[in-house]
Nanobody, 123 residues
Framework: VQLQASGGGLVQAGGSLRLSCVAS????????MGWFRQAPGREREFVSG????????YYVDSVKGRFTISRDNAKNTLFLQMNSLKPEDSAVYFC?????????????????WGQGTLVTVSS
């Protein structure tokens, strides 16, 4: 499975961005999906995950109430709607497809990774 993330950019604090991740080369609906992010000098961290059907979602505490993950299996696309952005949300955001049949926050459970899209939030 190949993953292509897009939608990053520069936004002021309080603004919004919508990230997209298009999958190709596989059956998108069989994969639980996730978003991770990595800020400069920091380790990559889990942001949000979604089950194969989209019925279950998970968020790291720091983004709960501000970010929404969703997917469109008919269009092989994963989304991350980010509202009320803060400077500390600045990072490269990666989409990933899990190699296990359940939603997971564990990075090593993710088998396929997109190339990342940069989000910069100015104060």
């Amino acid at each position: 499975v190949q993953l292509q993330a897009s939608g990053g950019g520069l936004v002021q604090a309080g603004g919004s961005l919508r990230l997209s991740c298009v999958a190709s080369g596989g059956i998108f609906s069989i994969y639980a999906m996730g978003w991770f992010r990595q800020a400069p000098g920091r380790e990559r961290e889990f942001v949000s995950g979604i089950s194969r059907s989209g019925g279950n979602t998970y968020y790291v505490d720091s983004v709960k109430g501000r970010f929404t993950i969703s997917r469109d299996n008919a269009k092989n696309t994963l989304f991350l709607q980010m509202n009320s952005l803060k400077p500390e949300d600045s990072a490269v955001y990666f989409c990933a497809a899990a190699g296990v049949p359940f939603t997971t926050v564990v990075e090593t459970n993710y088998r396929y990774w997109g190339q990342g899209t940069l989000v910069t939030v100015s104060s």
